[in-house]
């Protein structure tokens, strides 16, 4: 199945079609989607300055067109790598199109990423480029964060993997779930469990490293919002 197929049939399995209020019909079917996807596959190839032919296959293997369009969709490919410029408009197309199905939006990221991976690595630029097109997609940069630590994990000192947790949580969700690993981790259930002492040290420590990941966070968030204001 094609990526075009896949994609509707995952927005036709929504739970609650209020969701995901996409217009009508396959993505794969409006040719302003498969332009504008197609364009910004081929300039993230050549984002780092080097389009390679495994950034093509990969293209194709993600967002594999029918096969009635293969070729005009090929030799956009072909024309859209030249350059990186306007990838900012394609972006923002479809945004404007479809801001009310952000799975979807999401979908064609993660495509992205694979596209940028495909020689085994993502480069800072690759990476610059990826976060402009989730910023044009309206993902803020926290869910740019988790977007990014799906494909290429989170870095070992981030306070959201010392948490274990999703990068865009609400606050209340960051507040509770802080609560449940301090409590896992408190000495005192250590000596409720009959542990040896040694563990008492493991216990202490673990609560101060999560102590310290849940202030980074807060004060992360604070400075983000103060900047918005």
């Not at 969701?19 to 364009?39: E, H, K, L, N, Q």
């Not at 005009?72 to 030249?82: F, G, K, M, S, V």
């Not at 869910?143 to 494909?151: N, P, V």
């Not at 960051?174 to 408190?186: Q, T």
Request: proline share 7%; with cysteine; charged share 30%.
């Amino acid at each position: 199945m094609g990526f075009w197929n896949r994609i509707a049939a995952l927005a036709v399995r929504r739970p609650d079609p209020g969701d995901c209020d996409c217009p009508p019909g396959p993505p794969g079917a409006d040719p302003a989607f498969s332009t504008a996807v197609t364009a910004l596959g081929a300039k993230l190839a050549k984002a780092d300055g080097r389009a390679r032919v495994s950034e093509f296959d990969a293209f194709a293997e993600v967002f594999s067109p029918e096969a009635a369009s293969e070729g005009n969709i090929q030799r956009l490919y072909e024309l859209a790598r030249q350059t990186t410029h306007g990838f900012e408009g394609y972006a923002r197309q479809l945004a404007r199109r479809y801001r009310n199905c952000p799975d979807l939006l999401e979908d064609v990221l993660d495509g992205l990423f694979h596209i940028a991976g495909a020689d085994g690595a993502v480069s800072l630029e690759e990476e610059s480029y990826l976060e402009r097109v989730a910023e044009l997609f309206g993902f803020g940069p926290l869910s740019f964060r988790r977007i990014r630590a799906t494909h290429l994990g989170a870095p070992a000192d981030d306070p959201y993997a010392v948490l274990d947790a999703p990068h865009d949580a609400p606050d209340e969700d960051l507040k509770a779930l802080w609560r449940r690993r301090i409590a896992d981790a408190h000495p005192d259930r250590v000596r409720a469990l009959g542990l040896p002492e040694e563990y008492l040290d493991i216990a202490h420590a673990k609560s101060a490293a999560l102590n310290a990941a849940y202030d980074a966070i807060r004060r992360e968030r604070m400075e983000m919002a103060g900047a918005r204001g």
